[in-house]
């Protein structure tokens, strides 16, 4: 994971080259997450890929929150600025899946569980989470699973 620690840390010095404040700040605010992580108490030093991926997608989640509470008390000056930063930190992020792709691995998952309807929920998204995350939204696959089992 350190080529992706590498990477934000040259796009830093291209985006100050090219002036473009909110990729810097957005950047810089990936940086100093990485950072954290990888100084926190119990961490090896190193930064697994799903760790960067939470990392990513928590911040995606706080800018879009921060964007909506803008809008909310007409800021859209602010607003905007949240989620420009989100589109640049969602560079950073796997490939996400498409809707028919999420559909295709949850059924797979289903199947492979054996889970015949809403009962099942839990066993389902625990499978799910682990191996959907990061390729697209917690919600997504919630929302995604609860339509298949309520068709079992």
Same mark, same amino acid.
């Given at each position: 994971m350190d080529e992706l620690f590498d990477r934000v840390?040259?796009?830093?010095?291209?985006?100050?080259?090219?002036?473009? +404040?909110?990729?810097? !700040?957005?950047?810089?605010?990936?940086?100093? !997450?990485?950072? !954290?992580? +990888?100084?926190s108490k119990g961490s090896d030093g190193t930064l697994p890929e799903e760790v960067a991926v939470k990392i990513l997608q928590k911040m995606i989640k706080q800018r879009k929150e921060s964007a909506q509470i803008y809008k909310d008390q007409d800021r859209a000056d602010l607003a905007e600025n949240e989620l420009a930063e989100v589109a640049v930190i969602e560079r950073y992020l796997p490939a996400q899946m498409t809707d028919s792709e999420l559909e295709v691995a949850i059924a797979s998952i289903i199947s492979q569980i054996?889970?015949?309807?809403?009962?099942?929920?839990? +066993?389902?998204?625990?499978?799910?989470?682990?191996?959907?995350?990061?390729?697209?939204e917690g919600r997504l696959i919630s929302e995604k699973v609860k339509a298949l089992l309520a068709k079992q």
């Open positions: 840390s040259g796009d830093i010095k291209v985006a100050m080259l090219a002036r473009d +404040k909110v990729a810097l !700040e957005a950047i810089r605010g990936i940086k100093k !997450e990485f950072l !954290e992580a +990888k100084t054996g889970a015949s309807g809403l009962q099942d929920l839990g +066993k389902v998204m625990g499978v799910a989470s682990k191996q959907l995350a990061g390729k697209t």
